[in-house]
């Protein structure tokens, strides 16, 4: 049995079986699912291969998003990396592809929902940067969104991923988690590591409120899931560098979840609030909706 | 409930948002299975968040592109209002106050090539989930997650009985069955989601029964 209903669960099953957080994840959904691991691995790569693909066609210069907010940014980000840039190259290019990703999700292209469609970007922003400067093959990519899935399962299964119930803390928070533990797995840290870097990125963005302008997944939704692959990078690196989370993991799903019940639905995906309702962005929800 | 690490990674789907596109290509999907392909036009009535946003979202296209016959992921959705017109479907869209609905609910009305006409309500409700809230005026709820029968028969003692012994006669699983009336003897439905596909026979067997009026048999969403 390779059930797991919490961290706890899951760390004693890997130590059971002297393995890691993929290895359990996968094993586990053969059990769930009835699929064959090889089944498995290959929607994965389906999945990974599709991410791959939104990241390509959103460094084009000249995508535009249906609602006309975003558009060739991620084009933009990419250049100046090459550039002296501030900040590590890294996380340049990481940002760029979660740019990439969620400029082609508003532009009506095709993406993998990871976990949301509104933060798709995240975590194949930071695992298509860390397989270049890593040079991992396909398996080891795989491997990595195993337990980035891993996360996000327990996430959804006891709390949400939705912006409308958890705000965007749900959304965009939940999936730095995943993208933060999948860094460190691929960095060779420890099952625990991966734990304390997901807690931490869920602790960085607790009570982040989702407050799309106009209603649109476009602003500030796309420039949010560039800063949080920096976020999640950072929770990675604090991980790895042997700093703990205070709070448990499991502790901090649970208060994600409560907090996402406590913030006032003005903030939870009804563009009452926010960036909603600055006057640029109202000035703006006047334009595009001229009737209402 | 048990969640499946793709539930997390997926679905895979043409952006910008689970419950305003995907959900919406879905409800067109679902509308184009209870009407056939024979179209010749399409109104779409859009209540809530769907009525708001639509545009920006791109929910039109989704919904059209799902009459089409499109599939979440296929990136021609994009282009739903040029296909439509390439293939003389005329399409219409409408804002509506349907009341206390779901946000995201969208009412379909189509006319077939043979001036024939059906209607579908659906709502999406996140995820790309959907629920379909009612098909030609009869109130049904299902998701199109699975080999969706609809019985409409007559509220009497032995009917449902009946159903269920054919479907398990056939080793077909029932995984929900719900049941609607809205007087005690009068016209009633059941709605029947099974694991198997339902074939022509089932279909017969069940029509020999005197108190089963209609059945509709409607395969699952992709």
């Known amino acids: 049995m390779y059930f797991y209903n919490n961290a706890e669960q899951l760390l004693t099953l890997c130590q059971e079986h002297q393995t890691d957080i993929a290895h359990i994840a996968l094993q586990s959904e053969c059990e769930t699912t009835g699929q064959s691991s090889e089944q498995i691995m290959e929607k994965l790569k389906h999945n990974l291969a599709v991410m ?12 535009r998003s249906v609602g006309g907010l975003i558009g060739g940014n991620a084009y933009r980000l990419f250049q100046y990396a090459k550039q002296d840039p501030l900040s590590h190259p890294l996380i340049l290019y990481a940002a760029s592809y979660a740019l990439a990703v969620t400029e082609v999700n508003a532009s009506m292209g095709k993406i993998v929902a990871a976990p949301t469609a509104g933060a798709s970007g995240i ?58 533990a999948a860094a460190v797995y691929i960095q060779g840290g420890q099952n625990e590591m991966c734990l304390d870097a997901a807690a931490l990125a ?91 | 409930m048990t969640v499946s690490l793709f539930d997390v990674i997926g679905p895979i789907m043409v952006g910008p948002s689970s419950s305003h596109t995907a959900g919406a290509i879905r409800l067109g999907n679902m509308a184009r299975k209870v009407s056939g392909e024979a179209i010749q036009a399409v109104k779409f009535y859009l209540h809530g968040s769907f009525a708001r946003t639509y545009r920006g979202h791109g929910t039109d296209r989704a919904l059209l592109g799902g009459v089409l016959g499109l599939a979440p992921a296929d990136e021609r959705i994009r282009e739903a209002f040029q ?39 659906g709502s999406s409700i996140g995820g790309g989930k959907v629920v379909i809230t009612s098909i030609n005026k009869l109130p049904v709820e299902f998701s199109g997650n699975y080999t969706t029968t609809i019985v409409i028969h007559q509220d009497k003692p032995g009917v449902i009985a009946y ?19 809205q007087l005690r003897g009068q016209e009633a439905s059941m709605i029947i989601e099974t694991d198997e596909m339902v074939d022509h026979e089932v279909i017969a067997t069940l029509q020999e029964y005197p108190d089963i009026k209609q059945i509709l048999l409607i395969e699952p969403l992709p």
């Open chain 1, 202 to 292: 869920l602790k960085g963005l607790l009570g982040l409120v989702c407050d799309p302008v106009a209603g649109l997944v476009e602003v500030p939704c796309s420039k949010r899931n560039a800063t949080c692959v920096a976020h999640a990078l950072i929770c990675a690196d604090m991980a790895l560098a042997g700093i703990e989370s205070f709070i448990p993991f499991d502790e901090m799903v649970d208060t994600m979840g409560r907090v996402g019940r406590q913030l006032a639905p003005a903030l939870r995906e009804t563009a009452q609030g926010g960036c909603a309702i600055t006057p640029t962005a109202l000035q703006y929800t006047c334009q595009l909706y001229p009737d209402q």
């Open chain 1, 52 to 63: 791959e693909e939104s990241i390509q066609k959103g460094l084009h210069p000249h995508l």
């Open chain 2, 163 to 181: 159903t269920t012994s054919v479907f398990s006669h056939h080793h077909i699983n029932i995984a929900f069955l719900r049941v609607f009336r």
């Open chain 1, 123 to 180: 975590l194949p922003g930071v695992l298509f940067a860390l397989r270049e400067a890593r040079d991992l093959s396909q398996d080891q990519t795989a491997h990595a969104l195993l337990v980035a899935a891993a996360i996000g399962k327990l996430i959804a299964t006891h709390a949400t991923l939705s912006g409308a119930e958890g705000g965007c803390q749900a959304e965009c928070g939940s999936a730095a988690a995943m993208a933060a």
């Open chain 2, 83 to 121: 296909l439509a017109r390439q293939q003389n479907i005329e399409y219409d869209f409408f804002t509506i106050d349907l009341g206390n609905v779901h946000p995201n609910t969208a009412h379909i009305m189509i006319t077939r090539k043979d001036g024939s006409t059906c209607e579908i309500s």
